[in-house]
Structures are given as C-alpha cells and as structure tokens.
C-alpha cells in the first residue's frame, strides 16, 4: 500500500508539471475540479487505495471523494467531452507514473 500511495502523490505532481493544476488545492473552477475527478477515479479504479487513502493524498475529506467518484461517474455516462478528456487525461498519465 505505501508504494501505490507514493505513486499516488508522485501523479498529483505529474498532474501539476503538465496541466499546471494543484488537484490538492481549495481551487474549484471547472478544470481542476474536473482533473482532481479524474485523478480520484483512476486511483481508485486502478489500486487498493480506499477513499480514506485518497482523501490523505489530497487533504480533503472522505466525503468529498466519494462526491467526485460520483461525479466522475455521472459525467462520463452523460458528457462525451468529459468522456474524452478522461482518455486522454489517462493516457498522459500512464505514460508518466507507475501505478
């Protein structure tokens, strides 16, 4: 678990060197909001990491995780540029951090 956990906070860098965003930040406009749901559901979808773990990384509470895992879910069902965004957003991190 430490390892996917360094991992975790080593992609919340990655993410701010290449989109110029700190996911971990109080910001709320509609970008980083949208990368920090990103980045939660990847983490979670794709390691053992709990809400709680990632609420650790990002100094946020465990409420507010679970609201962007269902937020993640609602607008990848329902917006297509969101949904493409993802895969890119995946694609740019995968080339970048081991998970």
């Known amino acids: 678990m430490l390892k ?4 975790a ?10 989109y110029k ?3 971990a930040s109080d910001d ?5 909001s949208d990368i920090r749901k990103m980045f939660c559901s990847y983490i979670y979808s794709s390691t053992r990491m709990t809400m709680q ?6 100094n946020k509470s465990v409420g507010s995780i679970s609201y962007y895992l ?3 879910e ?3 069902k329902t917006n297509k540029a969101y949904a493409d965004r993802y895969v890119s ?11």
Do not use: K, P, W
């Open 4 to 7: 996917e956990y360094e991992n």
């Open 28 to 32: 709320r406009d509609r970008v980083t």
């Open 70 to 72: 269902q937020s993640h």
């Open 74 to 76: 609602s607008e990848y």
């Open 89 to 99: 957003f995946i694609s740019t991190i995968q080339e970048s951090v081991e998970i």
């Open 9 to 18: 906070v080593s992609m919340v860098g990655v993410i701010h060197d290449t």
């Open 21 to 23: 965003i700190d996911i």
């Open 53 to 58: 773990n990632i609420a650790e990384v990002l």
